[in-house]
């Protein structure tokens, strides 16, 4: 059994010990419609893939945009506010999606009005603006606006809204609302008289999962419970969007004025697109300002008068609405019922593997006895009235401690599992649940932590959680998926091997050799070793004589395991073996084309971003988007070569033709485009038809080659150390951080140390060190004294240039990637975040200080590296015969 090892606490849960031991019959599945058919013939794109993030977004089946596909080339679907007959067709489609999702949740256009909206959050703002809000005066203290402090961002950011027009909001929290339920249900107050108040809750957190109960909505309209002691006429607004998901929500019988939802959350397709369901008791005291087209039934251009459309609908829908996207939605109706028989199905299909992982995490214990998890929710998980298929979680180690949820984020992408991590938009249950006060939220602002970064530990504690939901089409698969990711991330055994990630066939499991295997080809020619994901270059041609450069050609992978073999640039250099001294640069890499193999040299020039031509290129796909190892491994096939003399650069590749790109820009005008880098917009030119078709015939998908332009100047600004005023500023290549990176050998072979495994036999089996090195795509790499030494330097020089310290370089899971051959090793993050004590640093990023480039400067190797400290500022004294080796003119 997956996580076995004998260990008590380590096991994987059998699903059918936990159906036996149910209170309750759990249904899993839909009846006769097979569940493993339905994701194969639906959803094969999730083949190889754990998708658990169905509360941000579900997922289409294919059946539904096939057909909705088949009914826009069928039908013609003109303007619904114009008059001919392809606008008539539009008008009475979209007043049949109407009556369809009324019916969906149990009502009619007798009782509700359906406003389509952008979304969600659009019908919250919608609401915030028409409520019939009553200011305070001398004859009453106005109205109130309440909410649930469990509620999305977009329920708090009502409150904006209200308060200009002088409201006041009132957050209330869940534990004041049980206790409401408690008091005395028979006393009322009277309304009459009294100014209108409203008051939102979720059906469903967003967060933990956590349903607050339904009948809320009749006890607080009836003013037997009073979420703040005030009088007047409560209204009820419920944020179902979370909710109708995975349930059935009938408003027949739980009667909320108004009901905000989007419909992605249901069917997963269309996007931007939602609805405000209005109690037609409620719809006519909503008030509107702007008009917009459609919505008036008369106006004039020259004067204030305005009638607007009796409608409900019409009268609030500005504009022409998104009326293909309604149409849609008739066809994601008809296929969630064909496929599921209908939402109760789906509550209790969802809800039974929500419970069997709830069980099987909570049962999850270290040899210690300490739990691998920590769960944050209101309810034991017992029943779909009280808990969605939501699970909201922290991992710890087997001292407690939390392991922030960005380090967990990252492995479990290396498993391909996608979820979701953070407060989820949900500021006040996270809160509530992770124990973080306000002052400490402001604490983490001042800090630098904004709401969906990966800054997610502070000070040791979290300023977010893991959450993983399911959908319809969620299999046990996907559950035991996750779980034996958890305890082969969590439960190792002794010796170092993970467990069993999932048995073969399983959806979404893809064990280590096979999932390689699919990656990329096993056949690799003989390539340079490369190190980082992100340096510079300068994207102007050096215009001294080229002929200087001594470039070393890509050299074949070496199979070292010890430091007392020569690389062929220590060879270069003069290096004598075993006789290093301290802080020698031993290896220099540039990688032109970003996330492409390494160029390896033993001297090369300096440029205003960094080394020349580093990252000037990189590969996009159709839509212009930036490619990295992450989306696509065999980048690093590619193999750049830069001829500084004849100013090309040549692409090679096994099995294609080397093809030649120059490094500057062409007299022919090339066509400009925008990109984005890390977030940072970025001007390159396309370099040309030839190399996208040579790019798109060796990936087999339409790729393109861009470099930056050289009149585009990106800066970077880091702010350092504790000294927020204090800040430094570069200028960037194509790299996601700094101009430079800088890792210790020393500190890769105490990573090889720990990577070594010992076989069946008692042999002992390393790490090529060349092989680890080349994940780390750095640009300088020394030869070090001690392991990890380098994070206590602040500032370097090597040789005559001068380097800052910009900070550690937070890795991702691209460092599992083997870039001789594009497989992945989960091992690599793993034990690099088990040694960097929850946060996986390796390596220095740098940037060059007071840099004259009136003279070519280098970079060499066998140069001396002088750090400075941090703690004592301690300096190494440099050597006569080094202070001048570096600057050339």
């Known amino acids: 059994m997956a ?40 959803f ?100 109130r606006f309440c909410y649930l402090t469990d509620s999305h961002t977009s ?57 607050y109960p339904l009948s809320w909505i009749e006890e607080v309209k009836s003013g037997r419970m009073h979420p703040v002691g005030w009088p007047g006429k409560w209204f009820v607004l419920l944020d179902a969007a979370a909710y109708v998901g995975t349930s059935p929500l009938d408003l027949s019988v739980h009667r909320a004025d108004f009901v905000p939802l989007s419909f992605y959350k249901i069917f997963g397709f269309p996007t931007g697109l939602g609805a405000l369901l209005v109690n037609s008791r409620s719809a006519p005291l909503l008030r509107k300002t702007y008009f917009g087209g459609g919505t008036a039934a008369a106006y004039l251009a020259g004067e204030d008068f305005y009638i607007p459309r009796e409608s409900v609908a019409e009268r609030f829908e500005d504009g022409t609405i998104s009326f293909l996207d309604v149409i849609a939605l008739k066809h994601g109706f008809d296929v969630l019922e064909r496929l599921t028989g209908g939402m109760e199905n789906i509550r209790q299909h969802t809800f039974t593997l929500v419970q069997y992982t709830y069980a099987a995490l909570s049962t999850l214990r270290y040899p210690n006895g300490a739990p691998v998890v920590q769960i944050y929710s209101d309810s034991e998980f017992s029943s779909p009235e009280v808990q969605g298929p939501v699970i909201s979680f922290n991992m710890l180690d087997d001292n407690g401690n939390i392991i922030g949820y960005s380090q967990v984020d990252k492995m479990a992408s290396l498993h391909n599992i996608h979820l979701r991590t953070g407060c989820f938009c949900n500021t006040g249950a996270c809160q509530r649940h992770l124990g973080i006060s306000d002052e400490m939220v402001k604490k983490h602002l001042k800090a630098g932590h904004v ?59 893809l064990p280590a050799d096979s999932e390689a295997q699919n990656a990329v080809p096993a056949t690799r020619a003989r390539r340079s070793p490369s190190p980082q994901e992100d340096a510079s270059p300068d994207s102007r041609v050096w215009d001294n004589s080229p002929t200087t450069v001594d470039a070393v050609s890509l050299r074949p992978p070496l199979l070292e ?37 390494a160029f390896e040299v033993t001297k090369w020039p300096l440029g205003n971003q960094g080394l020349l031509y580093d990252r000037s290129w990189m590969v996009v796909n159709h839509n212009g988007v930036c490619l990295s190892q992450k989306q696509e491994p065999r980048l690093c096939l590619i193999q750049p070569v830069i001829d500084l003399q004849r100013r090309i650069m040549v692409i090679k590749a096994q099995g294609m033709e080397p093809i030649a790109v120059p490094l500057e ?52 600004r880091k702010k350092r150390g504790k000294d927020q005023s204090a800040c430094t500023t570069a200028t960037l290549s194509l790299v996601n951080e700094a101009q430079y990176l800088l890792i210790n050998r020393s500190s890769v072979l105490e990573l090889q140390r720990q990577l070594s495994t010992s076989d069946e036999n008692g042999k002992e089996e390393l790490f090529p060190v060349n092989n680890l090195m080349s994940r780390f795509r750095a640009n300088i790499i020394t030869n070090g004294t001690r392991a990890f030494e380098e994070e206590k330097w602040d500032e370097v020089s090597v040789g005559s240039l001068h380097f800052q310290v910009l900070g550690p370089c937070h890795r991702c899971q691209m460092i599992c990637i083997d870039q001789q051959t594009g497989q992945r090793n989960r091992n690599v993050f793993q034990k690099l975040s088990e040694r960097r004590e929850r946060k996986v640093n390796f390596g220095l990023y740098l940037m060059h200080t007071s840099l004259d480039l009136a003279s070519p400067c280098y970079l060499s190797v066998g140069s001396q590296v002088l750090p400075v400290l941090k703690e004592n500022i301690e300096h190494y004294d440099l050597p006569a015969s080094e202070k001048h080796q570096e600057v050339i003119a």
């Not at 599945?29 to 097979?34: E, I, K, L, Q, T």
């Not at 200009?164 to 339920?181: F, G, K, Y």
């Open 3 to 42: 996580g076995g090892a004998g260990q008590p606490g380590a096991e994987l849960l059998a699903f059918a010990q936990f159906l036996d031991s149910s209170p309750q019959p759990l249904v899993y599945g839909y009846g006769r419609r097979s569940l493993h058919e339905l994701r194969a013939r639906e």
């Open 44 to 143: 094969g794109r999730l083949a190889g893939t754990v998708y658990l993030d169905h509360a941000g977004a579900t997922l289409f089946p294919q059946s539904q945009l096939t057909s909705f596909t088949k009914d826009l080339m069928e039908n013609v679907y003109g303007n619904p506010h114009s008059q001919n007959i392809s606008s008539k067709l539009t008008h009475d489609t979209v007043e049949q999606v109407r009556y369809r999702i009324l019916a969906h949740f149990h009502t009619s256009p007798e009782d509700y009005t359906v406003i389509f909206t952008a979304g969600s959050t659009a019908a919250l703002k919608l609401v915030a603006e028409a409520f019939p809000w009553v200011s305070p005066g001398p004859e009453n203290s106005g109205s």
């Open 155 to 211: 329920v708090v950011g009502m409150r904006e809204v209200t308060a200009a027009m002088n409201i006041t909001s009132i957050p209330v929290r869940p534990e004041d609302m049980w206790l409401a339920e408690e008091q005395d249900a028979t006393a009322t107050s009277d309304p009459n008289g009294q100014p209108p108040h409203l008051f939102c809750y979720p059906a469903q957190s967003n967060f933990s999962g956590t349903r």
């Open 451 to 509: 709401c969906g970064d990966d800054v997610d530990l502070i000070d040791g504690q979290p300023t977010g959680s893991v959450r993983i939901s399911f959908g319809y089409m969620s299999t046990l698969e996907d559950a035991q998926a996750f779980l034996r990711f958890i305890i082969a991330t969590r439960l190792r055994p002794s010796h170092g091997q993970p467990h069993p990630l999932a048995t073969p066939g399983e959806a979404g499991a």
């Open 561 to 597: 395991t010890t430091r007392t073999q020569q690389t062929p640039s220590e060879k270069a250099a003069g290096i004598p073996v075993g006789g290093l001294g301290s802080h020698i640069v031993t290896n220099l890499f540039l990688y032109p084309i970003k996330s492409c193999a």
């Open 665 to 716: 820009e062409t007299s022919k005008p090339a066509q400009i485009c925008q990109s984005k880098v890390c977030a940072d917009r970025v001007n390159t030119y396309d370099c040309g038809e030839k190399i996208s078709s040579w790019l798109s015939k060796f990936f087999g998908r339409p790729y393109h080659l861009i470099k930056q332009s050289s009149d585009f100047q990106r800066n970077a």
